[in-house]
């Protein structure tokens, strides 16, 4: 299965983006997924992750402001940001629980500005 990340871009500090992770070969459904982000100068790290179930868990630097889902039917998973800030600037991948190295693409980029 091949995963694709896209929707990032440049927003203000406040402002929301949607992110999608869209799966291609396979289907992910019954797999635990999560959103991963690798900050400048910083370790990649697990933002958020959903179960085949549904049931989510968050970093506590993003809880209350991001929401991750998962549309099995279109073998889709999206990240919603809301009040973005600065420290959430990153390169956003997705991938499995536990990690499957072989399933880093290049991720999308979000930058958000002060």
């Known amino acids: 299965v091949q995963l694709q990340a896209s929707g990032g871009g440049l927003v203000q500090a406040g402002g929301s983006l949607r992110l999608s992770c869209a799966a291609s070969g396979s289907t992910f459904s019954s797999n635990v997924i999560g959103w991963y982000r690798k900050a400048p100068g910083k370790q990649r790290e697990l933002v958020a992750a959903v179960s085949s179930g549904g049931a989510t868990n968050y970093a506590d630097s993003v809880k209350g402001r991001f929401t991750i889902s998962r549309d099995k039917a279109k073998n889709t998973m999206y990240l919603q940001m809301n009040s973005l800030k600065p420290e959430d600037t990153g390169v956003y991948y997705c991938?499995?629980?536990?990690?499957?190295?072989?399933?880093w693409g290049q991720g999308t980029q979000v930058t958000v500005s002060s």
């Open positions: 991938n499995f629980l536990p990690v499957d190295a072989r399933r």
